[in-house]
């Protein structure tokens, strides 16, 4: 418990800081609640002095000796003092809560922007070790968690805070050695709370996890729904979430069988303490020692206490829920980003690549994925890598991107090692289409368009689309290239989704190509369509192609066969069957002869 405090203090500091750039709507916010709480406790404070002119010995008194009774003028003027007691609380509050609310949400935006731009910048192995739906509930679920303890948990320390400090004064006023006896039972709720603040962080940590768990699960139902229904996995899938969602129910209900029970032996506590201070009133009361303004005012004071260290009491759960949210949000922010140490601009290169004694290995694995790779690419020539999966094809393709940084040896582009060069500049050599396409949920125009810079003009967004063989089912659509095409181009077949990233491919004109079976969702129609496509594409660019189907690269200029990371064979289609080898024996299988 102690070792966590100057971590939970430096945790909440940290958090504070964001409020910073909003520092005038949090103190007004503050303002609005101090007052708030003033103008509450100032109705008590009024309430001894009223009631003994009003109705005690000093309104009996002046009327026994003729003089003009102020007990009528006072109450004509409670009245008004009342409406402007609750007319200044209503500003008050709404400044304090709209204050304290409108900082909330900012700090909420600047922190899922934060969160938002670090992990837009994470290297792909963050996000080969987090699952998404993890990471989507930093961002939605964890930050809202934040908010709660940034306003609420602020809203209820600042004014109910305020409230018993206004409160205990009042009671100072009536009686402070009643008052003194009263403070006899905040040791022991200080104790009660410090004791439950540990599991409360514990349960927040716990409830997090879960709600990723739920979060992760609804994902792979809306992303899966078609293999989950193809398998008829519904009710299976329905047992899983049930068992998730329970698990998430479960530890919410910790957290509120921790705060009601808090919560009651605190009330508890605050209760024998009430009921000492009535008993030691009631007998100073009837010793004359204390007038009935003072003993209604004492009593009304300590019964309206009861309902702020109720809150404050509460406010531990939020409090430390919050916390633990921020603490898992820092360490995401707390992450480095994709190395990038490269000095080297580029601008258009020539595109000759090389391959030097190139050793990886996937984070978290022992054995290499690729072993003293060694090949050379001429500047505007073609390379296809073959071999059956898990080979390392793919992994060479992400390696010339820089998703990952090798092990050891040096991969070079026109001579200089890739990672002299500025990421950025690097990346934007390079086009790419893969077998697993991507689409945004936009139109067809914006999806072809993807990440150039400046305005594309239709016609070149048109030019890329026909020589990808994509019009002929665009001009099907009901918006032509304004179609919007839904979450991961959903409206496509797998053919038009490809057919999308070879024509956006086409636009980017890259002068370098990486095709990851870039054939393989098409008819064979299609294929003979794009293929022509394609072969334009490559002409006069570096081009690296992946392909099972060995037609698709029979005029490579080098065919590389790759087997457990290692490069088993090395040649054109007509060198590497007369050796009759891997390549050959692959050959025959796919065509017979």
Known sequence: ?????????????????????????????????????????????????????????????????????????????????????????????????????????????????ELFE????????????????????????????????????????????????????????YSWELTLVFFLVIPPIAFSVKKVSTRFRKLGLQIQAAMGRVTDKSEQMVSGNKVMKLFGAEQMESDRFAAINNNNRQQ????????????AFIQLLAGIGLAIVLFMAGKLAAEGKLSVGDFVGLVGAMLAMMRPIKQLTNVNSELQRGIAAAESIFVVLDKDIEVDNGTLTLDRPQGSLAFEDVVFSYPGKDEPALKGINFQ????????????????????????????????????????????????????????????????????????????EGDVSREAIVQAATTAHAMEFIERLPEGLDTVIGENGVMLS????????IARALLRDAPLLILDEATSALDTESERHIQAGLEALQQNRTALVIAHRLSTIEK??????????????????????????????????????
Do not use: C
């Open 377 to 452: 690419v001429p500047a505007g020539k073609t390379v296809a890598l073959v071999g059956r999966s898990g080979s390392g094809k793919t992994t060479i393709s992400s390696l010339l991107t820089r998703f990952y940084d090798i092990d050891s040896g040096h991969i070079r582009l026109d001579g200089h090692d890739l990672r002299d060069y500025k990421l950025k500049d690097l990346r934007r050599q390079f086009a790419v289409v893969s077998q697993q396409v991507y689409l945004f949920n936009d139109t067809i125009a914006a999806n072809i368009a993807y990440g150039l």
């Open 252 to 263: 919410n209900m910790k957290v509120l069988a921790t705060q009601g029970s808090s919560d």
């Open 1 to 113: 418990m102690s070792d966590n405090a100057p971590s939970r203090l430096g945790t909440y500091k940290r958090l504070l800081k964001y409020t910073i750039p909003f520092r005038l709507g949090l103190v007004l916010a503050i303002i609005g609640m101090v007052s708030n709480a003033g103008f509450e406790a100032a109705f008590l404070y009024l309430m001894g002095p009223f009631l003994d002119k009003s109705f005690g010995t000093t309104a009996a008194a002046d009327s026994t000796s003729g003089l003009v009774n102020p007990a009528g003028d006072l109450f004509m003027l409670a009245p008004i003092v009342v409406i402007v007691l609750f007319l200044a609380r209503g500003v008050t509050s709404f400044m304090a809560s709209y204050g304290l609310a409108w900082v909330g949400r900012h700090v909420i935006r600047a922190l899922r922007q």
């Open 118 to 173: 670090k992990m837009v910048r994470f290297p792909i192995k963050e996000f080969d070790k987090a699952t998404s739906g993890s990471l989507i509930s930093k961002i939605t679920f964890d930050v809202e968690l934040v908010a709660n303890s940034i306003t609420k948990a602020l809203l209820t320390v600042v004014k109910e805070g305020a409230l018993v400090f206004f409160l205990l004064y009042t009671m100072f006023t």
């Open 494 to 501: 797998g053919g038009q989704r490809q057919r999308i990233a």
């Open 556 to 593: 490579a200029d080098q065919i590389l066969v790759l087997d457990h990371g290692t490069i088993i064979e090395q040649g054109n289609h007509e060198q590497l069957l007369a050796k009759d080898g891997a390549y050959a024996g692959l050959h025959k299988m796919q065509f017979g002869s």
